[in-house]
């Protein structure tokens, strides 16, 4: 018995510890029916549609959307738009909400609807010897006492997977919201942590040995460290903001990191997608 209980438990840490390189896709705020008056939010569709072949043609482990799946949480159309769009998707998806899928205030309703429509708010996958952890970026920010609630919870949640996870050879975070842009002390405003946040967050992924961060909601792309953390924002795959290009970013990885390629939405004039 002692015997196969020895080899049963090598088993479960060798399929963390062993790996192969691999790519995933990350993309964010396909936000069906931002800053779009076409009919039936026609062009939101084919932003969306251009980019889902895309993806599929470049056949990753898998793909996780980080929020704002639609400019307007409750229209029923775009939504519908979302839900055949991700279903197109041929590898695993995995999503989180972002500002526009869980609003403010009444956060604990919406949250429940988001939960509802979408079947979860959070993720944590074991995949080629890593794991990938999505957290709501909601509750860290919103100021709410029922929003306080879910973020302790949530935190637990999010401690106990990092240390299930720390034998994997990376570990990826995934939130809307990026903790900070460019300073950690940077001013405190619509797209970034409160500053005691910021503090509470990096020192808990750095002590887990977080390899990489990935967020969105900028609508443009972004690059920024920590500690050497790294910390990736994507483009949207809805219209940019800025100088910005409709796309997502192709996430490589190998033993000793990642590397990341920002893929512009193939066939998109850019220059009808800025604003």
């Known amino acids: ?37 076409s009919p039936q939010f026609a062009h939101s569709d084919s932003l969306m549609k251009a980019a889902v072949l895309a993806v599929n043609e470049l056949d990753p482990l898998l793909v996780v959307n ?12 775009q939504d519908s738009i979302f839900r055949i769009r991700s279903a197109e998707i041929k590898a695993p998806l995995y999503m989180v909400p972002g500002n526009h899928d869980i609003t ?24 080629k010897g890593c794991a990938f952890i999505g957290i709501d970026s909601n509750c860290i920010i919103n100021k709410t006492p029922d929003a306080a ?23 990826f975070i995934f939130l809307h919201c990026p903790i900070f842009r460019v300073r950690v002390d940077e001013p405190v405003d619509y797209s970034n942590f409160p500053v005691e946040k910021r503090e509470k967050y990096l020192r808990l992924f750095k002590d887990a040995g977080v390899t990489a961060i990935f967020a969105g909601h900028l609508h443009r792309t972004l690059y920024s460290e920590y500690e050497g953390m790294k910390m990736f924002v994507v483009g949207p795959v809805a219209n940019a903001l800025g100088n910005g290009t409709p796309g997502f970013n192709l996430v490589s990885v190998t033993k000793d990191g ?11 004039d850019p220059t009808h997608c800025r604003f």
């Open 1 to 37: 018995m002692k015997r196969i209980l020895f080899f049963l438990a090598f088993g479960v840490l060798a399929s963390c510890n062993s790996f192969t390189p691999f790519t995933f896709v990350h993309l964010s705020d396909t936000q069906i029916g931002f800053i779009d008056k």
């Open 66 to 77: 980080t929020g704002d799946h639609v400019n307007v949480y409750d229209d029923p159309v």
């Open 104 to 127: 403010t205030p009444y956060y604990l309703e919406n949250r429940g609807r988001y939960v509802k429509a979408r079947g979860y708010d959070r993720f944590s996958v074991k995949k």
């Open 149 to 171: 609630m879910t973020e302790e919870e949530q935190f637990s949640w999010l401690t106990k997977e990092l240390h299930d996870a720390r034998k994997c050879k990376h570990i």
């Open 258 to 268: 990642v590397e990341v390629e920002y893929v512009p939405t193939p066939g998109i």
